[in-house]
């Protein structure tokens, strides 16, 4: 009997062969510190000088999400017993580690900075992408529960601007209306039965072949999904702006809204979404839209003609050879289908595809990483009660992934060539 085994998510773990020191040493290469750095400095030269090490600081905060240290008390305890990991975050011998004050105040200034710390995130993946060309893959985005620390209480959630209001709208209007506490959310699991938590809610956008988290957003958990999606494909937009080829964005039908393809297609990305229902026709298309003959066989997709931005469809040749209307002239060979008459029902490559398919099957890879973060990244465990904390410890969670993702490959291809 042979045994299938199924692809890791990611290469070897070649960082976890290297001396710890190396091992941050790769990590944390590829950070600037200096935007962060900027909001500890003093305002003033008079009185007494900084005596913490702010840089190293952060790079503990790093150090604890990839060493799964539960709080920020464990990780003192654990810096201070645990030499190796203190030099190698940037603490010199000499100098004490410090309180959870400190750390209490580092937390608090990175939530009030937040664009600070999605801007060292951008540089991060303009970085990778100079090495490994992330932006010119396809594009995948889901969105997942997060559970808040905190007792859950009752709130007054607001009503939240809908995605054809929000298309007329900026992008930081968007995202000033959504709120950022815990709260109740619910939404279906794999087995169909309704799943309620209390914390937040997670949109995610993942490269489709690398895997690296190229934004993330977090809103209270009872906004929806499509809530999220058009201030997330915005952003993932700037970042593909500059590629030639028009990326594909894949979604579950949860994001089936006629604003979602009109946003992606005025952003020049074309939208891989499963339709929520199929509605009722009289014969004159199939279930996935495609034109009918007379006896009402479903075409078949051809190709895409970007010039007039049409599907072309061809006569299904395997029903016309019995076909007792194939000499009467009646049925067209070709038919094409401009997309912008419904982007909602008319795909490139179309639907019912194997293309499509695989397109489709694409996004997966956000699930595995949703699923990765919560395992191993404590996406899933954090210990801050107040939302602004936690919401600045989730994209110290993203730059902690991003980097370790990176540092690993370099490693491998490192060791590859020596071999």
Known sequence: MSIIQQPTLFDIDYLEKLDIQEKYKEIFSPIDWTKVLDLFQKDTKVGPSITVNYEAVLRSLMARIDQKIPTQKALIQRLKSD?????SVGFLYSEPIPSEATYSRVMAILANHL???ERINQQLLQLIHEELDIFTENVAIDVTSIEARTKPVKTDNPKLPSTEAQRS??????LETLPSYASWGVKKNSQGKNYFWFGYKGTLAVSTKSQYILNMHIASAFASDVTLAIPTIRKVAEALRMEKEAPYLSLDKGYDAKEIYQECHALDIEPIIPLKRIAKNDGEVDAHYAPTC????GYKYDSYDKRYGALKYARPEKYCRDCPLQHEGLCQKVIKVKQMNDPRKYNHPARGTRAWQRKYNERSSVERVNGYLKE???LDNTRFYQPS????????????YNARNFANQRVAKTTKKKK
């Open 83 to 87: 030499l190796r990991l203190k030099l």
């Open 115 to 117: 664009s600070v710390l």
């Open 169 to 174: 709208m900026t992008t930081e209007a968007i």
């Open 294 to 297: 007379l006896l009402e066989y």
């Open 376 to 378: 191993n990244y404590q």
């Open 389 to 400: 904390h936690a919401i600045a410890f989730y994209h110290l969670i993203q730059l902690t």
